[in-house]
């Protein structure tokens, strides 16, 4: 089942069918760990299934490749995932220990299960082999908590449902809004209902927010990631700036706006007026979006699939299941690929067919997406075939000029490329190049010499840290000596309690354990200061800590002097603090605090 949804376009996921997948893979990962199989292996059982199956179901050769990275990639990230819930499973036994408890609450459980996929019989039996009970009953209130965090997230959804349900009504007693946005960008209609704060109302003042439905709209909705249209308005005695449009219902446009001037009416008769330039810029990057598509299924292969996408003015974000990170090169690819159809000024066809009829002429549809008897399509040239209710451009060429600005990873599985188009596009190459212009001018070079200069100054600031660091290394050698001079004796014990000039935490670790080193034997403190915080850090040699002494309850105690806090291991600790005027108090306790924890 894995294999062929894989091969479908499926992909794990923590929703909708990537969850369901996600699971069934997971299932089978803990079946195989309980039959002793540690390593990665359902991957080598869907090479047996393509084996078997691949001559009659030809998907599944064509997907080869992507199915075992796909599995094999689930597979790694949740054994990287039980190691991580294995660790915390131990911790909180050796947490549990120190305190003398002997039980694992329900809460810890199910936070074991909820995040780490740690089944519950699996927390029993790793508490069991450390004579550890699991509180059930606990778990099972967490498990029921949220449950019914998700009913009452279900009731919210019944009550926008109840929305639904009043613009259904409407959508019967006045039929669907005619949109005729695809061939206009002007229009008249009627105003058929006006809705204020949630109640329906005869009429609305300048200055007040309002909903409303027309019979007839050259507005586009949002749909399918691309944004609403803006529009003005105009009524016989008022005018609406719109910001948003919404379909409540299927048919149905909700425009939302505010009142600029007048008075708006249920019934009056409007002008409808989308913003040009916005319409015009949002068709410039929903086109580019399907040219990027079809660029990436080119350049990383077939089985690239959309999985959302942001369709703005702006910009576009487009988000795509793929098995690890793109590179430069391949991302370099892609956007060269959009552009080449750009230039080549392909005609933007769009007409509707049956949904056979486009999957027959090999129409891109996005998986799991709910598609009518009748489809619209989008056809760019003999370049990109796509089931699409968006807006688009006439051809290619108006989009101007593509520009992919980042990629990144938005889940296991999931990239996400964004980019703009047209004048904005023009507008960030231009404030690019001035960027190096000017970089050029500070370095004193020409812009073609400029990564040879910078890879220069790279390999000097390289070098010259290296030796800064061997000159901190010698530096802190000679301080060593110094501080060793004021070593004290507890008890038999040698004990330091200096301030030392390393600047951060990293730089006081390194100097402790120097002094370690040297002393082979005893308890060292040491202080600085860095502007206004103070660092601590705390070490004993492993031979003293039978005696009863503890770093980490030596650093919080010294800690509370200076206003901080902190802890840590037995053998290492660290604290901060924010009163430097009390670090020389802090370091002068420490002998005191060493000998209590001695019983001195």
């Known amino acids: 089942a894995v294999t062929f949804a894989v091969a479908d376009g499926a992909f794990p996921s923590n929703e909708g069918r990537g969850y369901i997948l996600r699971r069934l893979l997971r299932r089978a990962m803990r079946f195989g760990r309980l039959l002793g199989i540690e390593d990665p292996f359902l991957h080598q059982v869907a090479e047996m299934v393509i084996e078997q199956m691949g001559d009659v179901y030809t998907e599944l050769a064509v997907e080869r490749e992507n199915i075992i990275k796909v599995i094999q990639g689930e597979e790694t990230r949740f054994a990287q995932t039980l190691a991580q819930g294995m660790d915390i499973l131990a911790n909180l036994i050796r947490q549990a220990q120190a305190v003398d408890q002997t039980v694992i609450s329900g809460e810890d459980a199910f936070r074991l299960h909820d995040t780490y996929g740690f089944p519950l019989e699996l927390t ?20 029921e908590e949220q449950r019914r965090r998700a009913r009452s997230s279900r009731q919210e959804m019944e009550y926008f449902s109840e929305g639904a349900a009043f613009y259904k009504t409407v959508r019967d007693r006045f039929g669907e809004t005619e949109f ?66 919404q379909k409540p219902v299927e048919g149905l446009y909700l425009h939302r706006g505010k009142v600029t001037d007048g008075i708006f009416k249920e019934n ?156 904005g596009a023009l507008r960030y190459l231009a404030a690019r190049d001035e960027q190096i212009t000017r970089i050029s001018s500070m370095l004193r070079v020409a812009p073609d010499e400029l990564a040879p200069r910078l890879d220069s100054m790279v390999k000097e600031s390289r070098e010259l840290e290296r030796e800064n660091e061997q000159l901190r290394a010698r530096l802190a050698r000679y301080e060593v000596q110094a501080l060793l001079e004021q070593v004290k004796d507890l008890d038999g014990i040698k004990l330091l309690a200096a301030r030392a000039s390393a600047k951060d935490m990293d730089g006081l670790r390194a100097m402790v354990d120097l002094l370690r080193d040297r002393l082979n034997s005893g308890v060292i403190v040491l202080g600085s200061q860095t502007g206004d915080r103070v660092n601590l850090v705390a070490a004993i040699t492993k031979d003293l800590l039978p005696r009863g002494l503890h770093a980490g309850k030596l650093v919080k105690e010294l800690a509370s002097i200076i206003d901080g806090g902190g802890g840590g291991r037995p053998e290492m600790a660290q604290a901060g603090g924010k009163d430097p005027s009390r670090l020389q108090e802090a370091l002068d306790s420490a002998c005191v605090v060493a000998g209590k924890q001695l019983r001195l």
């Open 124 to 143: 029993k039996e790793m508490a069991a082999e450390e004579e550890f009970l699991v509180d059930e009953d606990g778990f099972h209130v967490a498990l």
């Open 180 to 245: 005729v946005g695809y061939d206009a960008l002007e229009a008249k209609g009627r105003v058929v209902l006006l809705v204020k704060g949630s109640q329906s109302v005869k009429q609305a003042m300048a200055g007040e927010e309002i909903e409303f439905v027309l019979d007839v709209t050259s507005c586009y909705a949002e749909s399918g990631g691309q944004v609403a249209d803006h529009a003005l308005v105009i009524a016989p005695e008022g005018k609406v700036g719109v910001y948003d449009v």
């Open 268 to 423: 009056d008769l409007v002008q409808v007026k989308a913003d040009i330039a916005r319409r015009q810029e949002i068709a410039r990057n929903h086109s580019a979006a399907h040219l990027l598509h079809k660029a990436l299924k080119q350049v990383l292969g077939e089985h690239v699939n959309q999985a959302g996408s942001l369709v703005a003015s702006d910009r576009l974000r487009f988000d795509f299941s793929y098995h690890s990170a793109v590179s430069q090169e391949e991302l370099s690819r892609v956007e060269n690929i959009v552009n080449e159809m750009i230039l080549a000024s392909l005609p933007v066809e769009t007409f509707t067919a049956s949904f056979q009829e486009a999957a027959a002429m090999g129409a891109t549809a996005l998986f799991g997406e709910k598609y009518g008897a009748k489809v619209r399509v989008v056809k760019m040239g003999d370049f990109s075939l796509e089931l699409c209710g968006g807006t688009h451009v006439r051809s290619t060429s108006e989009i101007g000029l593509f520009k992919l600005l980042r990629e990144s990873s938005v889940g296991a599985g999931l990239r996400r490329v964004e980019a703009i188009t047209g004048a």
